[in-house]
């Protein structure tokens, strides 16, 4: 079956330094859809990017990602981490074209900025 | 415009009771999912309708869990006699149409004891 993969459970970072979330996924599908959702405290998960488009970048919120179709990978990047940014934030694949809204979630990782 | 509503917020049962989780998706919203996220997991989809019939149960635990959407507005999530390995967030989403971006409530944290 699908899967998704985010290795990095816990990140800690500096305030204006640069944030990278690792995320590849697994599906036997070529129509992967992968998005990336954030939860803040508090709060519902909410949709941060999604992408279907391979090597295209998306941006959202300062946040960007590209998906890689050949090395199966949708990285999450920020140049610059704010406090604001502290968070959960998933990576998650739907392999039927999005079209079910059936999505398979990463585990997460909870990000911590400090100054 | 209001956002999905679940409650309760919180629940504690011993094992062997039963609980229910109430969803209310975003108004004209046609598709509602239900996720299972244990602690320190991403969410688990268990089941998820179009109006109020069933696409995909597969993942229910079908001797303990069930779940309806009678009118195909609210939904309701229930557990018939709880275990310990039920401890989790549940999770109710809403969609308009089999869209990709999917809509959030905030939760329902259950602890069994």
């Known amino acids: 079956g699908d899967s998704v993969t985010q290795k990095e459970g816990l990140v800690t970072l500096t305030e204006g330094l640069p944030v990278m979330l690792n995320c590849t996924y697994q599906?036997?599908?070529?129509?992967?859809?992968l998005f990336w959702y954030v939860h803040y405290l508090n709060e519902s998960p909410r949709l941060l990017l999604k992408s279907s488009t391979d090597n295209k970048r998306t941006e959202h919120q300062g946040f960007h990602a590209t998906l890689h179709k050949s090395s199966s990978s949708f990285h999450l990047q920020k140049s610059s981490a704010q406090l604001s940014d502290s968070a959960l934030y998933y990576c998650?694949?739907?392999?039927?074209?999005?079209?079910?809204?059936?999505?398979?979630f990463g585990e997460g990782t909870q990000v911590t900025v400090i100054s | 415009e209001a956002g999905v509503t679940q409650s309760p917020r919180y629940a504690v049962l011993q094992e062997g009771q039963a609980v229910s989780f109430w969803c209310d998706p975003i108004s004209g919203h046609d598709t509602l999912y239900w996720y299972q996220q244990p602690r320190d997991q991403g969410p688990q989809l268990l089941v998820y309708f179009r109006d109020e019939a069933v696409i995909d149960n597969s993942q229910l635990p079908s001797d303990r869990f069930s779940a309806v959407r009678p009118k195909g507005t609210n939904s309701t999530l229930k557990i018939q006699s709880a275990k310990q390995g039920d401890t989790a967030t549940y999770l109710c989403a809403s969609s308009w149409g089999f869209a990709e971006t999917l809509y959030f409530g905030s939760g329902t944290r259950l602890t069994v004891l």
């Open positions: 998650a694949l739907s392999d039927t074209g999005g079209l079910s809204g059936k999505l398979t």
């Open positions: 599906t036997i599908y070529s129509n992967a859809f």
